[in-house]
């Protein structure tokens, strides 16, 4: 592993090119804020539409610092036992059950045994605050915006102290906190108290160059003039009325369809063939159909005309 690896980055522009070897491509605002939170041990909040490349953020830092990446994916309903650990019932009842055929008489050691390290299923919190040999883990808490204020309550709790508790064993803190990433699509706000814990970051959708340089990197197999028009066309078609507007991940998921079906450029018969890889509602897909097809294609190429 090298030094810069076990150590992180020393600069911004080292910590932009440690993810760029991941193939994540970031800007320097983006990039300062990873390098901060390195530097001063604080969690990431990142805020932005989905498919604008927060979760790849943490996948990219596991990654390129050589750590484990836990991951917490957060839904409606999630509570603090669920994110922290539980018992494996199925062995205890099976030891219990040794026991009594072996005639154990001794309950307190056998309830000591049950509730021990062996019988312990660690989930992604309690797992992030345990020691790993390649040193303190990466932990993604994807879409906390999903879960409900008790949990984020909680969560504030756990983070600030860097511990957790299980009750029949006590309370287990890090020897080192996690580097934490915390991702949000921003389907309810946030409560403040945990946003100040944190560096925030906005995660807009990429300029035309950043995003040429995005599936250059995910897709280099790609034409560049093929590449240049389904970048233009994908952001034509986030300034149309749209439910939901494709982000990053579409753009890579339609360019590697596009390599399937063998084209060399766009055409509305490929582009309404295809639809279901960029857009992912029906109402959107029947709003682009038929002659608005062709006319964002028009719009996207005298946008390319334009910039060459």
């Given at each position: 592993m090298s030094a810069e690896s076990s150590t992180g980055p020393t600069s911004i522009d080292e910590t932009i090119a440690l993810?760029?070897?991941?193939?994540?491509?970031?800007?320097?605002?983006?990039?300062?804020v990873v390098f901060l939170a390195l530097t001063l041990g604080k969690p990431i909040f990142l805020e932005g539409e989905a498919g604008v490349g927060k979760t790849e953020i943490a996948k990219a830092l596991a990654a390129a610092?050589?750590?484990?990446?836990?991951?917490?994916?957060?839904?409606?309903?999630?509570?603090?036992?669920s994110a922290i650990y539980e018992w494996n019932f199925a062995a205890q009842m099976i030891a219990i059950r040794t026991a009594e055929a072996a005639g154990s008489a001794d309950r307190a050691q056998l309830q000591k045994e049950l509730f021990s390290d062996e019988f312990l299923i660690r989930r992604p919190l309690l797992d992030a605050m345990q020691p790993h040999p390649e040193g303190p883990p990466v932990l993604l808490i994807d879409e906390i915006d999903r879960t409900d204020e008790p949990f984020e309550a909680f969560l504030l709790e756990a983070l600030s102290d860097s511990q957790v508790t299980v009750p029949e064993i006590g309370t287990i803190r890090a020897e080192t906190p996690p580097i934490v990433v915390l991702t949000s699509n921003r389907t309810r706000e946030v409560h403040d108290a945990l946003k100040r814990r944190c560096l925030y970051h906005w995660v807009e959708y990429p300029s035309f160059e950043r995003e040429m340089a995005i599936l250059r990197a995910r897709v280099p197999e790609a034409a560049e003039t093929l590449s240049r028009e389904i970048i233009a066309f994908?952001?034509?078609?986030?300034?149309?009325?749209?439910?939901?507007?494709?982000?990053?991940?579409?753009?890579?998921d339609w360019a590697r369809c596009l390599l399937a079906l063998d084209t060399v450029a766009l055409s509305p018969d490929i582009i309404t063939d295809t639809l279901g890889a960029v857009l992912k509602y029906q109402d959107d897909i029947a709003r682009v159909q038929g002659s608005e097809t062709a006319r964002i294609l028009d719009t996207a190429r005298t946008h390319l005309a334009q910039a060459s």
């Open positions: 993810l760029s070897r991941q193939n994540y491509v970031c800007g320097r605002d983006l990039g300062t610092l050589g750590r484990k990446l836990i991951r917490l994916q957060c839904y409606e309903g999630l509570d603090a036992a994908v952001q034509a078609l986030r300034a149309e009325d749209l439910f939901k507007a494709p982000g990053v991940a579409e753009t890579i």
